[in-house]
Structures are given as C-alpha cells and as structure tokens.
C-alpha cells in the first residue's frame, strides 16, 4: 500500500507566497535520515530535529513558526512530529538538534508544542510497517504578529488554526520514509 501524499496539506488552505527553506540534514523529495527518524517509536533513527536555514520572507514577517507534519498517518488526521512557535524575525536558521527535550537550540522566547506522541520536541518518522512511503512536510511560516498569544498547552492543530489569517508566506521541504 503506498501511501505517499503528493500534495501538500497546505494546498488545503489560502494560497500564499513561498520562499527559500534549505537544510544540511534533509532534502525535499529524498528519502530521510537515519538521525531524523524515530527512535523513541522504535523505527531505528534518533530523533534529532533538522538544520533549517530559511530566507527571501516578506520584510513585514514579526515571527515565524516551524512545524513537520505526516498527512498520511494512519489517524484520520495526519500526524504532528514537531511545532515550533513564536520565533522571533530575526531567526533565519536553526541548527541540527534544536528541538531537543529541552529546546536547547530554540531561540529565546520560542517554545515547543506536544505533538501527536504527546511529547514536546522533535519526534522522527515512523510510520507503520508495510503502509508504504510517508511525507513529511517540513515548513517554516512566516507571520504577521510577534506572538500567536498560544501556550505551550495547545496543540499543534491549534496552531494551525491560530496562524490563518496571519502566515504572510511559507516555505516547504518535504522529504519521505518509509518503514519496511
């Protein structure tokens, strides 16, 4: 069963403009890294977040928010594996590891939420066995206000929300994996 989304989830809502997302760890349309799968969920990786550079965003960007998100999951609602908000504009980069437990590598007065594990950091790919390749879109939102006024107790769906009608533009890498 492939499974694969070939589309981005963010076609789903307003159309905004794109700009440059880059990173040393992963690539869009390749396969993931070891580092950036799931070792907590058993799937053989690490769970170590990915380098991020990020640039070319509207001048009037007050924040931004990061967010990997598997439309395929088996849930019926995709799967969270990170969301990173209030990032203040003048962040342009994040480096490999900073969604840690503890955030370590965060700018100051960013946050993690939880994601679908329930767990607040990054948390790798891991998809079942045998359902075939899984996207993850790895995206950077540029905003309009300096914080979304959200707490670390929402979830990343609240996020989503929260940021309609204030992402000025959005960048996307989208890499795959797939469980065997």
């Not at 962040?91 to 503890?102: I, M, N, Q």
């Amino acid at each position: 069963m492939s499974t694969t989304a070939t589309t981005s989830p963010y076609d789903q809502i307003a159309e905004v403009p794109s700009f440059e997302l880059t990173s040393t760890d992963v690539s869009d349309g390749a396969e993931l890294p070891t580092a950036q799968v799931s070792g907590i969920f058993g799937a053989g990786g690490e769970d170590v977040s990915p380098q991020l550079s990020w640039s070319g965003f509207p001048p009037e960007t007050k924040s931004f928010a990061i967010t990997v998100y598997d439309p395929s999951a088996p849930t019926g609602s995709g799967f969270w594996h990170w969301a990173v908000v209030d990032v203040p504009a003048s962040t342009t980069s994040l480096d490999t590891g900073a969604g840690d437990a503890a955030g370590s590598g965060l700018p100051a007065g960013s946050f993690q939420l939880k994601n679908d594990g329930g767990l607040a950091h990054y948390l790798g790919a891991a998809p079942p066995a045998g359902h075939g390749k899984h996207t993850y879109f790895v995206a950077v939102h540029a905003l309009d206000v300096d914080t979304l006024g959200i707490d670390a107790s929402a979830t990343p769906a609240f996020l989503g929300f929260n940021m309609s009608g204030h992402t000025l533009a959005r960048a996307v890498i989208a890499p795959w994996w797939e469980a065997k």
